[in-house]
Structure formats: structure tokens, C-alpha cells
């Protein structure tokens, strides 16, 4: 179901942009203007990529596992796992960080703690209701709030990148609850 | 009265002893009574204006009593003098009868004189005539003569008779006749009299009462004007009132029409106030209409006199006065009191 | 005697008593009718298409355009041409009668020449009610500027009636996004308040926000994340150069110019948490504004240039607060609602304009600062970035049309939308520029 609105709303960007493009060409083309070149500045970044967290792969021996060993094998197989959760929801004009996230965001904070050269940047988000300017404020003390909860919990303050996209990176595109729930989140890029 | 007066004048009586002349002088003492009686209802020295109350009429009567007794004083002057007039006139009348009645007398005997003298005459001739046949039947004449003679002396005797007897009756009959006509014309007279004091008294009667009345009249009239007049105003304050709620419903009409046509400009505040005089043709055009008082905005003053040029007819009253009074010409205030 | 003197006094006293009444009946034969409301409805005016000699480049026509702008000040209610009964281009043929009849107020007549490279209109503007011309001109453009020849007409004709200065020869900023390629593209770009004549000024995949104008019209300052985070700028328009102003830690956004020129307002977080700074920008000297655990944010001068308006969350949401000067405490202006957010305030003082929540639908609504009574002047639900036209007559905003945002120009009372052709996926955030003379 979502993946179909995904999908139409996808499919109707890219038309509209289509057009757009076309149009917009026409004008500039008229416009002719000297100058106007040098006003478009493209500058190349490779946004709006999630880059998943990465390398934590070493040599594993599979033999002689002690009771603990093994104990501690299967705890590490869990927080890897947790770990796989790197977005965080949140309320309506709210940075509180919801309960169900907590267990995940220690098994990131310990794992950060266990792990110093590893950086993590925090994206926050809002939806699109409000102003652009105070969701960009809120995104960015939701991922304020997040970053003090890992710090909290073992991570150090230079691990931590915080950024604040505000309303302009939806997760899903929509004007709907679902699709506002989220998009009110963090997300926690590993580099 | 005036039919007896050929009969009266036949009797050849002196004509200023006449009933006409009497009748006439009457008149005349009525009439100036009248004018007297006139003249104090003239006298009072103002006629009674013509707008007082009732209040007044009391005492305007209170001359009368004043010339009353003076007016009875006349009148019983009057009926003396009239009495004594009448007594001597009936003196005469009973002079002129018994002179009369002799002249009659004397009239009668001279024609029985005439008569006698005649029938002697005639006796005579027959005497001649017999004492020539005397000697042809002197004997036998004598007897016939003789009864012819005593036949007709009884003849003669009886007609005298007669004829005295008659003369008699019509003397009687004559007496009654004119005792009669005296009776009645003595009745008649009185009653003329008794009419003429009448209407006398009946025309002052209504002399007095027409004044009364006139009085009345104009106290009644004065009341009258003094209530139309109350009743007029009276009237003139329901109009007015009338005038006011219907200059009151053309007010709100003319407001609803303006507000409609006014397009405050946007630099319009709270604080703008553009008075406008206008003047309305009785039709309801606009005939001019002035700014008095500017606003300091000529956009927001353009707009208000736009506002008030834009009515093709402004709803007024049809009742002329109202009209006048309120519409004729009038100010209209434009102050935004709520801007959007 | 008595009874004579009594009523002479009667009629002396009945005779007062009616002077009296006369004159109290010529006091009240003034009547006074106060009109306190007008009408509810855009002013009707006769836009008459100029006669033309002369060849004319293709496109609008220059009395369209004036319509086109008079419509949407939502002040004007144009009458469609066929409807006219003439189409007169010179006052001898304006036949007031006729005017009046199809129920307009005011009659635009004229006349376009063209000499050369230059076309010169010749225009007169008329009330039809009073039947005076209220303004009369004659104004050239080059060819290719027929559009700035319109503008200019529409501001004449606007200030004529309204008293105000035109605000349709200014321009809009705005951001646009769409996707090319399967990357979103944002661009920011200048037209006409009427939304043609766009320009592209600066073209990026990563969000570009908050535009702009310097006073004097010249410049935009935004917010761009082109470097992966917000960053704020100052953009040249007609050289294209570009400055970084500032790039600290954290939030970078909210530019606000000061009426000189010489500074911004602008929202950081580089001390770890949303505040309001003034920057300096010849010497890129900071003053921390305000100073509070809450978002701060939106700032904008208010029309003094003493003091600001900004956003704050310190009540438990978002709220507008204002500082009479820059050192000032803040004074909260609106309770209406649970949200209320990014303040824009007219030049007069009289109103500011923000993005107001009621139920679960964003408005555009704006309080009075004198009576604080607030009013919801949009019926859209989805409203945000407000700006007001410098007049303080208009205003723009974006709103949602299906997944889209678009542009909607509403007059600044809430009166009449016009929406801007959106011609490019979604538009937002316009900002309103300044009148340049």
C-alpha cells in the first residue's frame, strides 16, 4: 500500500518535473540574460543517500565458544540487530524520545561507546505541517535530543554530527497522518 | 291692515286721523325704538375679537339691564299716548254717527213732505175731476166714491204704514250693521294693535336673541378655532412624528444604498471622515453636492463623493413635506468603522 | 381691557411657543446620515484594451496585464472586454452614461505607440461617477519590456484610486522544486509578482530555503544546504556573486535584512540550541538576540527597524513574540492558537501576518497589534510563508493544490485569491520584494 502511493507519487513528481523542466528551459532560453548563467551555481553533493552503517565485520572464530562466549555472541547478535534500527520516530512538534527507541539507542550509544573512531551524523526531520524555518529547529532538536541520549549512554560529543533537514526530506511524500508520522523522525548515519 | 285701508279712506275722515297714518307712525316708533335698542348693542365700544373663549360671553349682555328701564318708561309713554289718540278718535266717530243719523232723518222727512205734497196734488185733480162727474153721478158716484175714497184711504194708510215701518227696520238694520262694523273693526284694530306689539316685542325678541346668538355664536366659533387649533397641533405633532420615522426609514434606506455604492480605498483607517452635503431634486436625483468636510485622503474623499454620484435616484419619501424637511438637503458622514 | 391684554399675552405665547417649534424643526432639518460600512465587493473598473499603432511584439497585451494586476490585488473587479459597449482609446469617445449603466466606477482608456525600438502608451484613468479624469500619462518601455510598461500602468491606476502606492512592479523570490534526472532539483528564482518573467538564480539537489530581499532589492539572502547543511548566503542579482555569511555549527537559517541593509537577522544554533542573532555584515560581528532553552526563530524586523518579531516555542509551542528593540524582553502577541509561527508584519504597524493552526489545518491568519483581535485570512488548509506585499496590501503565500504547493496572492484582508500559474512542480516560500524606484 505504501509502497504503491510511493510509487504514484514518484511517478507524478517526475512528470510534473518533466514539464517543469521544459518550461522553465523556455523561459531561461528567452530570457537570454547575461549573467543568468553564472547564477546557477549546481554544487554537487551526494544527498539525500542514507549511507547504512558499515564495516563491522572481524575475523570470528567459531570455535571453543564458552557458555559466555556464546552468551556474549548471541547479546551481540541481538544489538547488531537492534542496531539495524537507525530511524527514530517522534510526536507532533515534540523531540521526546518514545520508549520503544531507547533499548536501540543504548545498543547504538554502547556500540559508539565500543567503537571511537566510528562517527555518526543525526539527521532530523520534521513533516511538512508547519513553518519550514521551525521545523528546521525542530528537526534539529530532535536530533539534538537523540545526540544527548547517546551521549548519555557511552557515545562520545566528537563522534556526534548533528543536521537538521527540517520539512524538505520526507521520508514518504504524502499529506496523510501515515506519511507525517514518517517523516517526524531521526535518522543515524554511520560514515 | 293695509286691505282696510279703501274703506276706511271712503269713509272721508281727515287722512291724518287715518289708521294708515297711525299705522305708519306706530311703525316708526318701533323702528326708532328699534335703532335705540340697535344702538346700544352698538355702543359697546369693541366688537368682541373674534378669537376669545366662552369666558367672555357673560359680560357682554350686562348693558341690557342698564337701558331697560328707560325702554319700558317709552313703551309705557307710548301705550298712553297711544290710549288717548284711540279715545279721542272714538269721540269723533261718535260725533260723525249721531250727525249722520240726522242727516237721515231730515232726508226722510223731506222725501215724505214731497210725497204728501205730490198725493195733494193728485187729490186735488181728482177732486176737479169728480165735481165735474159729480153732477153726472154725483148720486151714484157718491157711494163708489166714498168707498173708493175710504179704500183708498186705508190704502194710503197702510202703505205710510209700510213705508214707516220699513224706514224703521232699515234704520234698525243700519244701526246693527254699523254697530257690528264698528265692533269689528274695533276688534280688528286691537288686534292689530295687539299683532303690531307682538311683533314688536317679538322682533326685539329676536333682535336679543340674534345678538345672544351672535355672541354665542362667536364664543362658540372661538372655541371651535381654539380646538382646530389644538387639534391641528396636535395633528402637526403626529405628523411630525410620522415625518420623523418616515425620514427615519428613508435614512436607513439611503445608508444601506451608500454603503452598497461606497468602495472605501484601501489607505482607508478608522480615523477618515469625509462630510459630504448634498442637495436632492424632489424627484430623488442628485441636484449638486459639496465636500464640507475633507477626509485629508483624496482617494478616500473620491471615493465618497464616487459613493454619492453612483445613485441614479435616492430612495426619499413620497410625502412632499417629509421631503422638504429632511431630504431637500442633508450631510452624509463617511467614517469606516469597520475595515476588514 | 384685562380680558384683551390675557389674550394678547395668549398670542404672544402661542406665537414663541411656534418660533420655537420652527426652530427646533430647523435644527433637525440637517440631516446627518453616517456611512460607517462600505461595500463588501472589488471596486468595478473598465480596463478598455488600448487601440495600438504601430507593430507589437507577440504576447500579453499591456491593458491584459493591468487587468491581469488589478485582478489580483483582489481590490478590482475588472469587466471582461466583451462586455464593454465601446472599446473608446481617448476621452471624447468615453461615453460616461454607458459606463455607468454596466455598473463601473472607473474607465482605464489608451492608446500604445510604437516609434523605433520604444513603445509609449498614452492612458487615461476616469471616475465614471463624477466624470473626471483622475489621471492622465503618457509613459514609454523598450519592446521587450512591454510587461514593465503594464506594471507600471497597473500602479498608476491603483495609487489613483486607492491612495496607495502599486506594488505590481515588484518582483517575487521563490523556491521551486522538482525532480530531474531522479534527483530532486530546488531552485530558487525571481519573476513578476504576477509569477512570469521567472528567472532561475540558483540551481541545487539539496534544499534551498528562506529567501530574502535587501531593501534596496538588490540582493537575496537564503538559506542553501548545498554544502550538506544549512548554510546562509547572500546572493547578488545582478552580478551573480555569492557570499557565504554564515556557516556555523548547527542552524544557519531565518535571514531577515535590516532597513539598512548593513545587517541580518538570522536564527543559529552554533551554542547548541535555536537563538536569534544580529549579524553584522560588513564585519560579520554577532549579537545574540535572544537567549532561551525554546526554539527561537523567524525573526523579522517589524516596521520601526527598532524592533523584531520572531517565533518561540518557550510556551510549549511555537508562538509570536515581539521585542520593541532589540535588547527589549519579549512580549507574546498571539494566544488564538496552539501554533502560530513565522510573523511577517505590515510597514504601518498595524497588522503582522503568520501561519496560524486551527484544528488540524494551517492558515494564514493575522492579528491586529492595536486591538490584538485576530482573523483567519485564508480558507485553505495547508498555508504557509506568508509575505506581504510592500504596500502592506497583498499577500502571497503557498499552499497545497493535491501533492503540490502553490502560490496564492490574496489581498491582505483576506479578500479575493488570485493563484500564480504554477508552472514547475512545487513552489514555495515567496518573498515579497521591495518597491524600487
Known amino acids: 500500500m505504501n509502497l504503491s502511493t510511493q510509487t504514484k507519487a514518484l511517478a507524478l513528481l517526475l512528470s510534473v518535473g518533466l514539464f517543469a523542466g521544459c518550461s522553465t528551459t523556455g523561459e531561461t532560453m528567452d530570457e537570454g540574460g547575461a549573467g543568468t548563467g553564472s547564477d546557477v551555481s549546481a554544487i554537487d553533493q551526494e544527498g539525500g543517500s542514507t549511507v547504512y552503517g558499515g564495516g563491522d565485520e572481524g575475523g570470528v572464530s567459531s570455535s571453543g565458544l564458552t557458555d559466555e562466549e556464546k552468551q556474549a555472541a548471541e547479546e551481540q547478535a541481538k544489538q547488531a540487530a537492534l542496531r539495524e534500527i537507525t530511524t527514530f520516530y517522534f510526536d507532533f512538534d515534540t523531540s521526546e524520545i518514545k520508549p520503544e527507541a531507547r533499548e536501540v539507542l543504548v545498543a547504538h550509544a554502547k556500540y559508539l561507546a565500543s567503537h571511537p573512531q566510528q562517527d555518526v551524523r543525526l539527521e532530523g526531520h520534521a513533516d511538512e505541517r508547519g513553518t519550514k524555518e521551525y521545523n528546521l529547529a525542530l528537526g534539529e532538536r530532535r536530533a539534538n535530543a537523540v545526540k544527548r541520549f547517546l551521549i548519555v549512554n557511552g557515545a562520545s560529543r566528537g563522534q556526534i554530527e548533528t543536521v537538521s533537514y527540517g520539512e524538505e526530506k520526507p521520508a514518504v511524500m504524502g499529506s496523510n497522518e501515515s506519511a507525517w508520522a514518517q517523516n517526524r523522525r531521526v535518522e543515524l548515519v554511520f560514515k | 291692515m293695509t286691505n282696510r285701508e279703501p274703506r276706511v279712506s271712503s269713509t272721508g275722515t281727515p287722512p291724518w286721523k287715518s289708521p294708515v297714518v297711525m299705522s305708519v307712525v306706530l311703525h316708526l316708533v318701533i323702528i326708532v325704538i328699534a335703532i335705540v335698542g340697535w344702538s346700544w348693542m352698538d355702543t359697546p365700544p369693541e366688537p368682541p375679537p373674534r378669537s376669545i373663549s366662552a369666558r367672555l360671553i357673560s359680560p357682554q349682555p350686562e348693558p341690557s339691564p342698564v337701558v331697560e328701564p328707560q325702554d319700558q318708561a317709552d313703551r309705557e309713554k307710548q301705550k298712553r299716548l297711544e290710549e288717548e289718540k284711540r279715545k279721542q278718535a272714538d269721540q269723533a266717530r261718535k260725533q260723525e254717527e249721531a250727525r249722520k243719523i240726522a242727516e237721515q232723518k231730515a232726508r226722510e222727512e223731506q222725501a215724505r213732505k214731497e210725497a204728501e205734497a205730490e198725493r195733494k196734488k193728485q187729490e186735488a185733480l181728482a177732486r176737479e175731476k169728480a165735481a165735474k162727474a159729480k153732477e153726472a153721478a154725483r148720486q151714484k158716484a157718491e157711494a163708489e166714491a166714498k168707498a173708493r175714497a175710504e179704500a183708498k184711504a186705508e190704502e194710503e194708510r197702510k202703505r205710510q204704514e209700510e213705508a214707516r215701518r220699513k224706514a224703521e227696520e232699515e234704520k234698525r238694520r243700519l244701526e246693527a250693521q254699523r254697530k257690528k262694523e264698528e265692533a269689528e273693526r274695533k276688534k280688528r284694530e286691537e288686534e292689530a294693535r295687539k299683532a303690531a306689539e307682538q311683533k314688536r316685542l317679538e322682533a326685539e325678541r329676536r333682535l336679543r336673541e340674534q345678538q345672544l346668538e351672535a355672541l354665542a355664536d362667536e364664543a362658540r366659533k372661538a372655541k371651535e ?116 | ?86 472599446l473608446p482609446s481617448r476621452r471624447e469617445d468615453v461615453y460616461f452614461r454607458d459606463w455607468r449603466m454596466l455598473g463601473q466606477r472607473y474607465v482605464l482608456v489608451g492608446e500604445l505607440k510604437r516609434s523605433a525600438d520604444r513603445v509609449s502608451a498614452r492612458y487615461e484613468l476616469f471616475d465614471v461617477n463624477r466624470q473626471e479624469r483622475i489621471l492622465g500619462e503618457t509613459a514609454s518601455a523598450s519592446v521587450n519590456s512591454l510587461r514593465t510598461l503594464g506594471h507600471h500602468i497597473s500602479d498608476k491606476v ?88 554564515a556557516d556555523f555549527p548547527g542552524l544557519n537559517s531565518a535571514p531577515a535584512w535590516s532597513d539598512d541593509g548593513r545587517s541580518l537577522l538570522m536564527t543559529l544554533s552554533k551554542d547548541g540550541n535555536a537563538e536569534i542573532y544580529r549579524m553584522d555584515l560588513a564585519s560579520g560581528k554577532l549579537t545574540k538576540l535572544t537567549d532561551h532553552w525554546a526554539i527561537d526563530t523567524e525573526a523579522v524586523y517589524d516596521h520601526t527597524g527598532q524592533g523584531i518579531f520572531f517565533t518561540s516555542d518557550r510556551s510549549g509551542g511555537p508562538q509570536i513574540y515581539h521585542m520593541d528593540s532589540l535588547d527589549a524582553e519579549p512580549r507574546r502577541i498571539t494566544f488564538g492558537s496552539r501554533y502560530n509561527a513565522r510573523p511577517r508584519p505590515d510597514n504601518e504597524g498595524r497588522f503582522v ?42 499577500l502571497i503565500y503557498a499552499t497545497k493544490q493535491g501533492d503540490n504547493s502553490v502560490l496564492t496572492v490574496i489581498s491582505a484582508d483576506g479578500g479575493a485569491a488570485y493563484s500564480l500559474p504554477a508552472s514547475e512542480g512545487d513552489v514555495r516560500e515567496p518573498a515579497w520584494g521591495p518597491i524600487v524606484n
Do not use: C
Open chain 3, 1 to 86: 381691557m384685562t380680558q384683551r391684554t390675557r389674550t394678547l399675552s395668549r398670542h404672544v405665547f402661542l406665537a414663541v411657543v411656534i418660533a420655537m417649534t420652527a426652530l427646533v424643526n430647523s435644527a433637525h432639518a440637517e440631516l446627518l446620515i453616517r456611512i460607517t460600512e462600505g461595500a463588501d465587493s472589488a471596486i468595478p473598473i473598465a480596463v478598455v484594451p488600448f487601440s495600438e499603432s504601430g507593430t507589437m511584439p507577440a504576447g500579453d497585451k499591456v491593458s491584459r496585464i493591468v487587468q491581469d494586476d488589478l485582478t489580483m490585488s483582489g481590490e478590482f473587479r475588472p469587466l471582461p472586454p466583451e462586455k464593454m459597449l465601446s
Open chain 3, 353 to 394: 501576518y503568520y501561519v496560524h493552526q486551527r484544528n488540524s489545518a494551517f492558515h494564514i491568519a493575522r492579528t491586529n497589534l492595536k486591538t490584538g483581535e485576530e482573523t483567519i485570512l485564508t480558507r485553505t488548509s495547508s498555508d504557509e510563508s506568508p509575505s506581504i506585499s510592500p504596500n502592506g496590501r497583498m
Open chain 3, 158 to 245: 491603483y495609487e489613483a484610486i486607492t491612495g496607495v502606492k502599486g506594488a505590481f512592479s515588484t518582483r517575487l523570490a521563490y523556491i521551486t522544486r522538482d525532480t530531474f534526472k531522479g534527483k530532486p532539483r530546488y531552485r530558487l528564482q525571481v519573476s513578476d509578482v504576477d509569477g512570469k518573467r521567472a528567472r532561475i538564480r540558483l540551481e541545487s539537489q539539496e534544499p534551498i530555503l528562506s529567501p530574502a530581499w535587501s531593501p534596496d532589492g538588490k540582493k537575496l539572502a537564503y538559506v542553501s544546504f548545498e554544502t550538506g547543511k544549512p548554510v546562509i548566503f547572500v546572493h547578488e542579482l545582478a552580478t551573480g556573486k555569492r557570499t557565504k555569511v
Open chain 2, 225 to 340: 378655532a381654539e380646538a382646530l387649533k389644538q387639534q391641528q397641533a396636535a395633528a402637526a405633532k403626529a405628523r411630525e412624528a410620522q415625518m420623523l420615522s418616515e425620514s427615519e426609514k428613508y435614512q436607513a434606506l439611503i445608508r444601506e444604498r451608500l454603503s452598497q455604492a461606497w468602495y472605501p480605498p484601501s489607505s482607508a483607517t478608522e480615523e477618515m471622515t469625509a462630510r459630504l452635503q448634498i442637495t436632492l431634486l424632489p424627484t430623488g436625483e442628485l441636484a449638486s453636492v459639496k465636500l464640507v468636510s475633507s477626509s485629508g485622503n483624496t482617494a478616500f474623499d473620491n471615493s465618497a463623493l464616487s459613493a454619492v454620484r453612483s445613485l441614479n435616484r435616492y430612495p426619499i419619501p413620497d410625502d412632499r413635506d417629509t421631503f422638504e424637511r429632511y431630504f431637500r438637503q442633508f450631510t452624509i458622514e463617511f467614517n469606516p468603522r469597520r475595515l476588514r
